[in-house]
C-alpha cells in the first residue's frame, strides 16, 4: 500500500490534520490477519492524499480507522488534535459525525427519496419528521429521482 500527499496550502495551525503514529490494526483468529503494521502517517490541512495499493494490502482498513469506523490494535491516531483513542463509541461517533465526510466508490442513491430529503438524511434517518431547513442547496428539480 503507498499513501501520498500533494500540498496544496496549509491551514493555519502546525496540528495535523491526521497523525498516525505506530497504528496497527490486526484482525483475530486463526490465522490472525495483520492488516495494517505500524504505520505512520501525517496529513495537514490542504493536502490531497491518494492510497493506493494491490487488493488485501490494507487500504480499506486504513479508511476505516482514519474514518473513526474501526479502532487500531495499536499506535495512536490523532484527528485535528484529538487523541481518538481515549474516546468511547459515543465520543468516536460525534466526532466523526462533526469532523469526517465520506465519498464512497458506489452511489447508494435513495431511489425513495427526493432531492430535497437527501440533502437532510440525517433527521430521516433518525426518525424524525418535518420538512428541509431553508437555506443553500438545489433550486430546480428538487422531487427528481434517481433512475
Request: charge should be positive; hydrophobic fraction near 40%.
Amino acid at each position: 500500500m503507498t499513501v501520498s500527499a500533494l500540498r496544496q496550502g496549509t491551514g493555519s495551525s502546525n496540528v495535523p490534520l491526521i497523525e498516525l503514529t505506530g497504528v496497527s490494526r490486526t484482525y483475530p483468529g486463526p490465522p490472525a490477519v495483520h492488516a495494517l503494521a505500524s504505520v505512520d502517517l501525517i496529513v495537514h490541512a490542504g493536502e490531497y492524499v491518494a492510497v493506493v495499493g494491490a487488493s488485501g494490502s490494507g487500504k480499506s482498513t486504513l479508511l476505516n480507522v482514519l474514518g473513526l469506523l474501526d479502532a487500531p490494535t495499536s499506535g495512536r491516531y490523532r484527528l485535528d488534535g484529538t487523541d481518538t483513542h481515549r474516546l468511547g463509541d459515543a465520543g468516536r461517533t460525534a466526532l466523526r459525525a462533526g469532523a469526517i465526510g465520506f465519498v464512497f466508490q458506489e452511489f447508494h442513491l435513495l431511489a425513495h427519496r427526493s432531492v430535497l430529503d437527501k440533502r437532510r438524511p440525517g433527521p430521516a434517518v433518525h426518525g424524525c419528521a418535518g420538512t428541509a431547513a431553508a437555506g443553500p442547496g438545489p433550486t430546480g428539480a428538487v422531487q427528481g429521482r434517481p433512475g
